[in-house]
């Protein structure tokens, strides 16, 4: 049985040239799927495939694909657009599975732990493929440019998560940009003798995705400074666009030209970055 996971491009020991033509034949995989289909809403996704899908509580597991009885299980306690994309993601187990030539090699390059961290960020990229097609990606960035505004586009247009879109988007980006979905969370402070460990409010990153030669990634639960454009951004509830910097958790910063969006309580973010920096010249993030 499968398990739905995170967008990921942390896959250990594969060359960037295997990992690619992987990439590109699970999306051409999950194109072939999607042409057949009637449309993308949830009936629609499964109608290609032979199985049964189940909603059901299932704890911190978004979802999971049983090939032997053919079901497809989806948590029924996830946002909508989270289910959405875990349904592709399982889906994408289902044709990488149906695909000997693919599981093959895949098994021949990995094995054990290893290669279940290809093949969940493989479904992954199939996911993409099946909600955020190239031509609406190419759509989108056509319109809109690398910039927050794009990621908000496609997000509500692919009707998925601004972090599965942000990935997606990511891959499709030919510039220098590093994305961000950046929100307010909570955080913990420093330890005080004698109160103990205490914990505040602060807006954060939540996830990032670097355009493919780019160096650099925005941990997670990174803080994005008060007079930082992001945060201005979130206060005024207005779209910001200027020069300013990436502030990586290390304190250390790169100059990016940064666009923020505000959506809801949420701003989504795109860096583009100097040439020289995107090529690894300079380490900011100490």
Do not use: W
Request: with cysteine.
């Amino acid at each position: 049985m499968t398990q739905g996971q995170p967008p990921s491009d942390q896959v250990p020991d594969m060359t960037a040239s295997a990992l690619g033509a992987a990439k590109a034949r699970m999306r051409e995989l999950a194109t072939a799927y999607a042409r057949t289909l009637p449309g993308l809403d949830t009936h629609s996704l499964m109608s290609g495939l032979d199985a049964t899908l189940t909603f059901m509580p299932m704890g911190d597991r978004d979802g999971a694909y049983d090939p032997e009885h053919r079901v497809v299980l989806i948590n029924s306690r996830v946002r909508p657009e989270r289910q959405r994309f875990t349904l592709a993601h399982e889906i994408s187990h289902a044709l990488l599975l149906a695909d000997d030539d693919l599981l093959s090699d895949l098994h021949d390059a990995y094995e054990g732990e290893r290669l279940e961290q290809v093949i969940e960020t493989l479904c992954n990229v199939g996911a993409a493929a099946l909600l955020m097609p190239e031509p609406l990606m190419d759509e989108v960035l056509s319109r809109f440019g690398p910039t927050g505004r794009a990621l908000a586009e496609l997000a509500r247009r692919a009707d998925v998560s601004a972090s599965s879109a942000l990935y997606a988007l990511a891959e499709r980006t030919a510039q220098p940009v590093l994305y961000a979905v950046c929100a307010v969370s909570r955080v913990d402070a420093e330890p005080d003798a004698e109160e103990g460990r205490s914990s505040s409010k602060a807006l954060t990153v939540r996830s990032s995705a670097a355009a493919p030669g780019v160096k650099y990634s925005l941990r997670p639960g990174t803080l994005i400074p008060e007079d930082h454009p992001v945060a201005v951004a979130l206060s005024t509830h207005l779209p910001i666009a200027q020069e300013s910097y990436v502030p990586f958790r290390s304190g250390r910063r790169m100059p990016a030209y940064v666009d923020a969006f505000p959506d809801r309580q949420r701003v989504l973010v795109s860096f583009a970055l100097p040439a020289r920096a995107a090529k690894g010249e300079d380490d900011p993030a100490g």
